[in-house]
């Protein structure tokens, strides 16, 4: 029987014989530091990757990862995700944060059937973070057919997580000063499209135009 891990394995010397050595300047730059511009937070889901999807280099993001890419809000809390916040900003100086979410997200299908979540318990009480999308639901979009509620749930869980993020002290106070800026995405694993919110049109609109 085939070794499931030997595809990690091979992945790696393939690494090891090609990607390294054209690459070894660069990681021996970041042996030792690292100074990335932005904090990217997206889903855990396993069909976002964001180097890939924005062809950025080792170095360039500073990632968290959670499912429903939630931005907690609790007083007396500590977690992996807002811990990873302070320090993006109090030590690496992130100047851009981006919230990211995406379509298919099984974090918001949770949120509307409580029902798949009662052997989950850790995950049904995380999942009460995204409980805002449904206050900032997004227009539904007959072109999105049958996925079209889902999509305008996962739409308002970017603008519901970005308040969460405008309240996380060490945001808040660079925001203040002008010091950082933050966004919220939508990608669109079928099309391999990005979607950003803009706050003064309350919407979603293209990061980059289609080609006539």
Not at 38 to 64: A, H, M
Not at 67 to 89: C, K, L, M
Request: with cysteine.
């Amino acid at each position: 029987m085939e070794n499931p891990m030997q595809a990690l394995i091979e992945g790696h010397q393939r690494f090891l014989r090609d990607v390294f050595p054209e690459k070894r300047d660069h990681f021996h730059l970041l042996a030792d530091m690292q100074a990335p511009r932005y904090l990217f937070i997206t889903c855990s889901d396993s069909r976002i990757v964001p180097d890939l999807i924005l062809q950025t280099e080792p170095g360039d993001l500073f990632i968290s990862r959670g499912i429903g890419n939630v931005v907690p809000v609790s007083s007396g809390d500590v977690d992996g995700i807002t811990a990873t916040i302070e320090y993006a900003v109090e030590v690496l100086k992130v100047k851009h944060i981006i919230v990211c979410g995406h379509s298919d997200c099984g974090a918001l299908k949770a949120a509307l059937n409580r029902q798949s979540l009662k052997n989950l318990p850790k995950a049904s009480r995380w999942l009460h973070h995204v409980e805002g999308a449904f206050s900032h639901r997004q227009p539904l979009r007959p072109e999105e057919g049958e996925h079209a509620d889902l999509a305008s749930i996962i739409r308002g869980n970017v603008i519901a997580q970005l308040g969460n993020l405008r309240a996380q002290p060490s945001v808040a106070h660079s925001l203040a000063y002008n010091a950082l800026q933050i966004h919220g995405w939508y990608y669109d694993i079928m099309t391999g499209r990005i979607e950003q919110y803009d706050e003064q049109q309350r919407g979603f609109y293209p990061l980059v135009a289609r080609k006539a």
